[in-house]
């Protein structure tokens, strides 16, 4: 139980939510209310517009063991929750919230040491339907019985963080993914059982809205997989594909050629990757432009609002200078100058020549300073 000189700390800090003007209880003189002089006194609506502007997730855990009244208005006003500062007993705190939260929109799980086990996940997806953010990276305890329970539990996900994960299977994404149809954001880095051609198939089949996602360190990924991928999700715009090290240029190549709104990939190590690919993006590019029909359409263009913005190729050592010159001339967004390298290309020692415009142009306008020679 939770012992009452906490329970005032807890109406305190609930109390001083937002400060100044809009504290409860300037709040509650707005609302036409008597003033507030212990934490029973709360009106639910007012403890609702509290709840809203705590970022202290503890204190809200604890505001919801007062009593019955607030235990319902938390329920009914929380959508955001971390409990990432859990250290201990993560999955006991999660069966035991969860029931109370079935309006719960965005989780954050993540978690320093492994404790959040299956029961926890399908708790949650027994009761939390609306859950559209879900966090659950390095819950290595984690196996594809949370995966089919969040597939039956909670099909409106658009975002889900399984990065570190490693006891997940391709089979328990392929299932998840038939199901959770509306996902934008999956983070799969180092999920490397769970991320093999067989589960980049079943994202591509089943994930068209598919707008960002985390490969890095899936060694199993192949070019059937990314081009699976890049076909059935043509509004793909952010890709990390680092230490993906079986890949080649044909992945690139698809990815240039179905996914338009590219803006950012990484190559990192993917040592297999040559010309081909580079070229591949410039060409796409070309085929993108057409002659701007306002002034409007030109600046944008001027600008490089369309195309890659961020490209690692760090080493890649199969490219060439003029293949990756090429590249960064296209794409006016890509900066190799000081403090806005968007174009990483450490390790490769032959790339050195490279230069985005910007960085040229800085070269050019240092003041000329004559040789002296000795006479």
Request: charged share 20%; aromatic share 4%; hydrophobic share 40%.
């Amino acid at each position: 139980m939770v012992r009452s000189e906490e329970l005032n700390q807890c109406f305190e800090k609930l109390m001083m939510t937002g400060g100044g003007t809009d504290s409860a209880i300037n709040i509650s003189k707005k609302m036409g209310r008597a003033a507030i002089t212990e934490w029973k006194d709360i009106p639910m609506e007012l403890l609702l517009r509290i709840v809203s502007l705590v970022d202290d997730h503890r204190t809200i855990i604890m505001a919801s063991q007062v009593c019955i009244g607030w235990r319902e208005a938390i329920s009914l006003g929380l959508t955001h929750l971390c409990l990432s500062w859990c250290k201990n007993n993560m999955s006991n705190l999660v069966i035991s919230l969860a029931p109370k939260l079935q309006n719960l929109q965005s989780l954050v799980l993540r978690q320093d040491k492994p404790q959040l086990e299956d029961i926890a996940v399908e708790t949650i997806a027994r009761h939390c339907h609306d859950l559209q953010d879900l966090d659950l990276s390095k819950s290595f305890k984690l196996t594809d019985r949370s995966l089919y329970a969040l597939a039956h539990g909670c099909p409106n996900l658009v975002k889900l963080n399984i990065s570190g994960c490693t006891s997940f299977s391709d089979h328990g994404i392929e299932y998840l993914t038939g199901f959770c149809r509306k996902l934008k954001i999956l983070n799969l880095c180092g999920c490397v059982g769970a991320a093999t051609d067989l589960a980049l198939q079943a994202i591509g089949r089943n994930c068209n809205q598919l707008q960002s996602l985390n490969l890095g360190w899936c060694e199993n990924v192949g070019d059937v997989g990314v081009m699976s991928l890049a076909y059935g999700c043509p509004d793909l715009r952010t890709l990390d594909l680092c230490g993906c090290v079986c890949i080649t240029d044909d992945s690139v190549i698809a990815l240039a050629n179905r996914c338009p709104h590219l803006t950012s990939l990484g190559l990192y190590y993917c040592k297999n990757i040559t010309d081909r690919a580079m070229y591949s993006l410039v060409h796409s590019q070309g085929k993108k432009k057409k002659p701007p029909t306002s002034m409007w359409e030109s600046i944008k263009a001027r600008k490089g609002e369309e195309g890659l913005k961020s490209l690692n190729i760090s080493q890649c050592t199969a490219l060439t200078p003029s293949a990756v010159q090429a590249l960064c001339d296209c794409f006016p967004a890509l900066h190799t100058c000081s403090g806005r390298h968007s174009l990483v290309m450490s390790g490769c020692l032959n790339l050195t020549s490279v230069h985005c415009a910007c960085a040229v142009q800085a070269h050019r306008n240092l003041p000329y300073i004559p040789h002296h020679h000795a006479h």
